[in-house]
């Protein structure tokens, strides 16, 4: 079936701009993940969602992030007025359940200008 | 806080030849461990998660094994080919609250040459 799909695949902003970053999990998948991978380093937790309620956004680094999952399946990760040390992949990851193996989408790389 | 180091950092190796990639982690309270894949300007591609009762799993040439009370994984890769060159990454899921939250090395990056 069908993977974990994210749009756009590459979005370059001008620092002070807001993005939106759209993420479509496993058909059926409770849970669902956000993470951050800077250049060279491993994907950093961000936020986790289990249908449509965000259990945990103890990763997201300011208050200019904001994820949500409105209707427990589509989540949009919203940064504000962007920051170059924004600059990094961001990856979308859902499973069956919180512990269940993780499936990864081919991410967002966000360049901010 | 749940530190994951890859070691080494970087593999060059000539095609044919079996290899073992290491992983280390320093709290051994551990729910499972996965292994990804990572190709350039990809995502991840998950290879083989073990869950914490078990020491070994086994996928086609893919062997991961797991010792929670050492803290260390290892990856073999028999038979390497040139389409195994990728960056391979260790993500850990830690057992009790928070079991969800992956926390990652900074990978492998390996290379077969033909």
């Known amino acids: 079936g069908a993977g974990v799909s994210q749009s756009p695949r590459y979005k370059v902003a001008k620092r002070g701009q807001d993005v939106a970053l759209r993420c479509d999990p496993i058909?059926?998948?409770?849970?669902l993940f956000w993470y951050q991978q800077a250049l060279g380093q491993g994907p950093e937790f961000l936020t986790y969602?289990?249908?449509?309620?965000?259990?945990?956004k103890s990763g997201l680094p300011s208050d200019r992030f904001f994820a949500e999952r409105p209707e427990g399946s589509v989540s949009t990760l919203k940064i504000q007025r962007t920051q170059q040390e924004d600059s990094a992949v961001y990856l979308c990851?859902?499973?069956?359940?919180?512990?269940?193996?993780?499936?990864f989408g081919p991410g967002t790389r966000l360049t901010v200008t | 806080k749940q530190e994951v180091t890859q070691i080494p950092a970087a593999l060059s190796v000539p095609e044919g030849e079996n290899l073992v990639l290491n992983c280390s982690f320093t709290d051994s309270a551990i729910y499972n461990l996965q292994w990804f894949r990572q190709d350039p300007g990809k995502g991840l591609t998950s290879l083989l998660l073990i869950q914490s009762s078990q020491r070994e799993q086994t996928s086609g040439r893919l062997n991961a094994s797991l010792d929670k009370s050492s803290g260390r994984s290892t990856l073999y890769i028999a038979a390497s080919q040139p389409g195994d060159s990728a960056t391979y990454l260790c993500a850990v899921n830690p057992s009790g609250a928070g079991s969800y939250q992956l926390t990652f090395g900074k990978g492998t990056k390996l290379s077969v040459i033909p």
């Open positions: 990851a859902s499973s069956l359940e919180a512990t269940y193996e993780q499936y």
């Open positions: 969602f289990q249908n449509e309620a965000q259990l945990d």
């Open positions: 058909s059926g998948h409770v849970s």
